[in-house]
C-alpha cells in the first residue's frame, strides 16, 4: 500500500519536471532617457552556451527572424551587437545570428502613458534542434 504512494508522486515529480520550461534565452529590457521628448529602448539577449538566436534582417527562407513590437507596431530596432553571417545547414540558406548576448536598441518618442510596453518574438537553435519562436513580453516605466 505505501508503494503506490510514492510511484504516485514520482509519476507526478516526473511529469512536473518535463512541463517547467527553461529558454536558453533570457531577456532583459531598459530605459535610457535621452532627452524630454525620446528614450532609447534597450532590449538585450543573453544565450546560454551552444544557442543562438536570429537577426531582425535573416533570410526569411530560414528561421523565424526576431521581431519587436510596441504597443501594436512592429519597428525595427538597431543591432548593436556584430551578428555572425554564415551558412546553415538546418536551413540551407544564409543566415544571420547571434551567439553569447545580442542588443538592439531603438529610439523612441517618450510615451504619453510613461510605460513602454510591447514584446520580441525569437527563435533560437544548438545546431541539431530549434526550439518554436517564443514572444517575451516587456514593460518599462519611463523615469
Known amino acids: ?3 503506490i504512494p510514492l510511484i504516485f508522486l514520482f509519476f507526478a515529480w516526473v ?3 518535463i512541463g517547467q520550461k527553461t529558454s536558453p534565452v533570457s531577456w532583459k529590457f531598459d530605459i535610457k ?6 528614450v532609447e529602448v534597450i532590449a538585450t539577449a543573453d544565450l546560454a552556451k551552444g544557442w543562438v538566436t536570429y537577426s531582425q534582417f535573416t533570410d ?3 528561421p523565424i527572424p526576431t521581431e519587436f513590437v ?3 507596431q512592429k519597428i525595427d530596432f538597431e543591432e548593436k551587437t556584430k551578428p555572425i553571417k554564415e551558412l546553415d545547414e538546418m536551413f ?4 544571420i545570428k547571434f551567439k ?29 534542434r530549434c526550439l518554436p519562436p517564443v514572444d517575451a ?5 519611463v523615469k
Do not use: H, L, R, W
Not at 532617457?33 to 525620446?38: H, K, P, Q, R, T
Not at 540551407?92 to 543566415?95: D, I, T
Not at 513580453?137 to 516605466?141: L, Q, Y
Open 137 to 141: 513580453n516587456f514593460s518599462i516605466n
Open 33 to 38: 532617457m535621452i532627452s524630454n521628448a525620446e
Open 60 to 62: 526569411p527562407e530560414g
Open 92 to 95: 540551407g540558406v544564409e543566415v
Open 100 to 128: 553569447s548576448q545580442a542588443i538592439f536598441v531603438k529610439k523612441i518618442p517618450v510615451p504619453a502613458s510613461g510605460k513602454v510596453e510591447g514584446y520580441v518574438t525569437y527563435m533560437t537553435c544548438d545546431g541539431s
Open 15 to 17: 511529469s512536473g519536471a
Open 1 to 3: 500500500m505505501t508503494k
Open 70 to 72: 510596441i504597443g501594436d
